[in-house]
């Protein structure tokens, strides 16, 4: 049974349990209400503790004024993003969207959300989000009528219940700070946790060895083929060390296909495994001399005008100086039996032995013609890539990586020197598999300093702790802040453009009444509703922009 089954059949067990005992009046005996699939227990216990809390009014006060300010900052900030990101899907093609379960930051739905992670990061930031909203309605002389507690199967949160009537009555400015005080406490919080990740717990992971680390595998490759795992690391290819991944992208072989001995470390156990040597196709450009000859991702090149292939550095000079516009020969090896050996291996496939290369010049004057240069013109062009953008290797069809690449991800998160796309890169973490750092990708590195004496277990814990805090932090606070009713930022939003059309807005005089008649309060509230619920309507649509167009 898999683990999606065992989650749909707690729900289904949750939802029967909250419906018997809603018909058979439980709720009310221990406190407890429905509120859709969450169980709400309500309490008048901790109103003292904001009471005290709420005491320092001076402190809360300018905290309010504060959070005005990072709300708004937060609500620019994504509403900017998303409709960069509405022009962005247009270039999405179908079999990249994303999948919608994924655009949901709620553990258990979301699949990149680790459960137990997701939870602790979800409940820190309701807590925290609820509880500010009560210590600032205080301060505000709004009564907080209850606190709460919602469980979805477990906990997932706590609430805090303000008076609606007061808070409706209450001055402009009080209520304003009484929303944004929620969103901004998470984005203080997703701070607080990024500074302790930054400068305290990353810094204190070392490397275990050097080596070429694996961070990726094409389908079909020789490493997908022989089960070269993702995060294992090479420290040796046929009795050559390997201390860093560049000094993969000049080892040279004897004969394309050859068996290769490779030996890597995977999460800390060392062990030897035989690999085909060879230049391995990563992609293939549509409508070029590799793609119409039917070369696909995974095949090795083995031969190209007479030269055998042997390394991944002599591939594009030997491609480069080809003659192009004449057929050449070449050979290429593809997974199947190998009689010889007795085995599956990588061999001749007899269906491609002649490729017409095109030139540089026309590749970019098709595909990229601003990047053109002249002297492409006697370059001559194939159409496949061999290595991936960025990285030093591709040996065997894998991705080879520093062994610090993780872990630099959370100590040094800005090292890219553009704050907006570093940003990006930390909050997609789990788009690429970094977070939470355990089982192979932990055996890399090792706790030093001040958590050396820790077990490793703990220290880990700790980091993917406070990375997911800071995430689920992040995401909540950024959400809440989205100029959209009944979210906070919608009634922040609100009271703002209220405010500003108040000051602005002309005093009334005898020739306003002949010359203009003053819009009412009335009126302006309507006008209010109408602006507010038209932005909250924008926002739902580039929220479904993202999901519907790609799939187009």
Same mark, same amino acid.
């Given at each position: 049974?898999?683990?999606?089954?065992?989650?749909?059949?707690?729900?289904?067990?949750?939802?029967?349990?909250?419906?018997?005992?809603?018909?058979?009046?439980?709720?009310?005996?221990?406190?407890?209400?429905?509120?859709?699939?969450?169980?709400?227990?309500?309490?008048?216990?901790?109103?003292?503790?904001?009471?005290?809390?709420?005491?320092?009014?001076?402190?809360?006060?300018?905290?309010?004024?504060?959070?005005?300010?990072?709300?708004?900052?937060?609500?620019?900030?994504?509403?900017?993003? $998303? =409709?960069?990101?509405?022009?962005?899907? /247009?270039? *999405?093609?179908?079999?990249? @969207? !994303?999948?919608?379960? +994924?655009?949901?930051?709620?553990?258990?739905?979301?699949?990149?959300?680790?459960?137990?992670?997701?939870?602790?990061?979800?409940?820190?930031?309701?807590?925290?989000?609820?509880?500010?909203?009560?210590?600032?309605?205080?301060?505000?002389?709004?009564?907080?009528?209850?606190?709460?507690?919602?469980?979805?199967?477990?906990?997932?949160?706590?609430?805090?219940?303000?008076?609606?009537?007061?808070?409706?009555?209450?001055?402009?400015?009080?209520?304003?700070?009484?929303?944004?005080?929620?969103?901004?406490?998470? $984005? =203080?919080?997703?701070?607080?946790?990024? /500074?302790? *990740?930054?400068?305290?717990? @990353? !810094?204190?992971?070392? +490397?275990?060895?050097?080596?070429?680390?694996?961070?990726?595998?094409?389908?079909?490759?020789?490493?997908?083929?022989?089960?070269?795992?993702?995060?294992?690391?090479?420290?040796?290819?046929?009795?050559?060390?390997?201390?860093?991944?560049?000094?993969?992208?000049?080892?040279?072989?004897?004969?394309?296909?050859?068996?290769?001995?490779?030996?890597?470390?995977?999460?800390?156990?060392?062990?030897?495994?035989?690999?085909?040597?060879?230049?391995?196709?990563?992609?293939?450009?549509?409508?070029?001399?590799?793609?119409?000859?039917?070369?696909?991702?995974?095949?090795?090149?083995?031969?190209?005008?007479?030269? !055998?292939?042997?390394?991944?550095?002599?591939?594009?000079?030997?491609?480069?100086?080809?003659?192009?516009?004449?057929?050449?020969?070449?050979?290429?090896?593809?997974?199947?039996?190998?009689?010889?050996?007795?085995?599956?291996?990588?061999?001749?496939?007899?269906?491609?032995?002649?490729?017409?290369?095109?030139?540089?010049?026309?590749?970019?004057?098709?595909?990229?013609?601003?990047?053109?240069?002249?002297?492409?013109?006697?370059?001559?062009?194939?159409?496949?890539?061999?290595?991936?953008?960025?990285?030093?290797?591709?040996?065997?069809?894998?991705?080879?990586?520093?062994?610090?690449?993780?872990?630099?991800?959370?100590?040094? !998160?800005?090292?890219?020197?553009?704050?907006?796309?570093?940003?990006?890169?930390?909050?997609?973490?789990?788009?690429?598999?970094?977070?939470?750092?355990?089982?192979?990708?932990?055996?890399?590195?090792?706790?030093?300093?001040?958590?050396?004496?820790?077990?490793?277990?703990?220290?880990?814990?700790?980091?993917?702790?406070?990375?997911?805090?800071?995430?689920?932090?992040?995401?909540?606070?950024?959400?809440?802040?989205?100029?959209?009713?009944?979210?906070?930022?919608?009634?922040?939003?609100?009271?703002?453009?209220?405010?500003?059309?108040?000051?602005?807005?002309?005093?009334?005089?005898?020739?306003?009444?002949?010359?203009?008649?003053?819009?009412?309060?009335?009126?302006?509230?309507?006008?209010?509703?109408?602006?507010?619920?038209?932005?909250?309507?924008?926002?739902?649509?580039?929220?479904?922009?993202?999901?519907?167009?790609?799939?187009?």
């Amino acid at each position: 049974m898999d683990g999606y089954t065992i989650v749909l059949i707690i729900l289904l067990a949750w939802f029967v349990i909250l419906f018997l005992g809603q018909k058979l009046k439980f709720w009310e005996k221990i406190h407890a209400a429905p509120y859709g699939p969450f169980l709400m227990f309500k309490t008048v216990r901790g109103r003292n503790f904001i009471e005290r809390l709420a005491r320092r009014a001076r402190f809360w006060t300018l905290y309010g004024r504060v959070s005005i300010g990072i709300t708004i900052g937060s609500m620019v900030t994504l509403m900017l993003l $998303m =409709i960069w990101e509405a022009f962005l899907v /247009l270039g *999405i093609p179908a079999s990249a @969207a !994303p999948a919608p379960e +994924t655009l949901i930051g709620i553990p258990g739905i979301n699949p990149l959300i680790p459960l137990w992670y997701g939870i602790l990061g979800l409940i820190v930031a309701v807590v925290a989000h609820e509880f500010a909203h009560g210590i600032v309605s205080r301060v505000g002389k709004i009564k907080v009528q209850s606190l709460g507690v919602l469980l979805l199967v477990v906990p997932m949160g706590a609430f805090v219940e303000p008076d609606e009537d007061e808070i409706k009555a209450a001055d402009m400015s009080i209520r304003t700070r009484l929303y944004a005080a929620g969103p901004a406490t998470n $984005m =203080i919080i997703a701070l607080i946790c990024l /500074l302790a *990740i930054v400068l305290v717990v @990353a !810094p204190s992971a070392q +490397t275990v060895h050097d080596g070429a680390v694996v961070t990726g595998i094409a389908s079909d490759s020789p490493a997908s083929h022989f089960s070269l795992s993702t995060w294992s690391e090479v420290i040796n290819v046929d009795g050559a060390a390997i201390t860093d991944p560049s000094q993969l992208r000049n080892i040279t072989f004897n004969s394309p296909g050859e068996e290769v001995n490779v030996t890597l470390i995977y999460n800390g156990q060392e062990s030897t495994m035989q690999l085909p040597a060879g230049v391995v196709v990563l992609s293939v450009t549509g409508s070029l001399p590799a793609f119409n000859v039917g070369i696909t991702p995974g095949m090795i090149i083995a031969e190209l005008n007479g030269t !055998p292939i042997c390394n991944i550095s002599g591939f594009q000079k030997t491609v480069e100086t080809a003659p192009h516009d004449i057929p050449i020969n070449i050979t290429v090896l593809k997974y199947g039996y190998d009689a010889t050996r007795g085995k599956n291996w990588f061999i001749p496939d007899n269906n491609i032995t002649k490729i017409t290369l095109t030139t540089k010049w026309r590749y970019f004057f098709t595909y990229n013609p601003s990047e053109n240069k002249e002297e492409y013109r006697n370059i001559s062009y194939m159409g496949i890539t061999t290595s991936y953008a960025g990285e030093t290797s591709s040996l065997f069809g894998a991705r080879f990586s520093q062994p610090g690449i993780v872990i630099d991800a959370y100590a040094t !998160p800005f090292r890219g020197g553009n704050l907006f796309r570093d940003s990006i890169s930390l909050i997609a973490l789990p788009f690429l598999g970094y977070t939470p750092v355990e089982g192979p990708i932990a055996s890399l590195y090792e706790p030093t300093g001040i958590f050396a004496s820790l077990p490793a277990d703990v220290f880990w814990v700790t980091l993917n702790s406070l990375y997911w805090i800071f995430w689920i932090n992040l995401m909540v606070g950024l959400t809440n802040a989205l100029p959209a009713v009944p979210l906070d930022g919608g009634y922040v939003f609100r009271d703002l453009l209220k405010g500003l059309v108040l000051r602005t807005r002309k005093p009334s005089n005898g020739l306003d009444k002949v010359v203009e008649k003053p819009m009412t309060d009335e009126e302006l509230d309507k006008m209010i509703r109408v602006v507010s619920l038209v932005i909250s309507l924008f926002v739902l649509f580039l929220f479904v922009w993202q999901i519907i167009v790609p799939r187009l």
